[in-house]
C-alpha cells in the first residue's frame, strides 16, 4: 500500500556531494513550530517526506499543498501535479520497499494567522497523507 513514510519540517535543506561521489540531503534546523517574527509574515521553510509502497518503474503524478488555518481560503500553496520519473533504482526490491525521499524548499510563503496549518501529500491524485504543524507569531504587530 502506497503511504508517506516519512514527513519533516525545517528551516532549510540543501543537498551535498559526498564522498562517494553521490549527493546527500542536509536538513537544516528540523522544525515542530513555526515561530516567525511576526504574524502576518512572509517565512521560508522546508519539508522532506518519503513514500513507500509505490512502483519505481512507473512515472507518478505528485503534488503538494499547503493550507492555513481558515478553512474559507483556498490553498496558500498547491504545486498541482508534477511528474516523478521512473527509474530503475528499485527494481529488485519488493514492492513495498520501494519509493523515494523528496524535499522541496518553499521561500516567501505568506502567513496570514496564527493556527494549525497543513502540507497535504498527493500521489497519483490520492490523498496520502496531512501533516499539521502550528504557528505562532514572536510579536504582535
Do not use: C, W
Not at 556531494?17 to 522544525?31: F, K, V, Y
Not at 500553496?77 to 514492492?95: C, E, I, R, S, V
Not at 496549518?117 to 501533516?131: E, K, N, S, V
Amino acid at each position: 500500500m502506497v503511504h508517506v513514510s516519512t514527513f519533516i519540517y525545517a528551516q532549510d535543506s540543501n543537498t551535498v556531494a559526498n564522498t562517494e561521489g553521490g549527493n546527500s540531503l542536509h536538513l537544516i534546523n528540523p522544525q515542530h513550530i513555526f515561530t516567525p517574527a511576526f504574524i502576518p509574515s512572509l517565512f521560508s521553510f522546508a519539508i522532506m517526506f518519503g513514500i513507500l509502497g509505490i512502483e519505481q518503474s512507473k512515472e507518478h503524478k505528485i503534488r503538494v499543498v499547503f493550507r492555513g488555518p481558515n478553512p474559507n481560503e483556498g490553498p496558500i500553496l498547491d504545486t498541482g501535479d508534477f511528474n516523478y520519473p521512473a527509474n530503475d533504482q528499485g527494481k529488485d526490491l519488493p514492492l513495498e520497499m520501494q519509493g523515494f525521499l523528496m524535499n522541496l524548499n518553499l521561500r516567501n510563503v505568506p502567513l496570514k494567522y496564527e493556527g494549525e496549518y497543513a502540507t497535504d501529500i498527493y500521489a497519483d491524485g490520492i490523498l496520502l497523507g496531512t501533516f499539521p504543524i502550528k504557528v505562532k507569531g514572536k510579536q504582535s504587530v
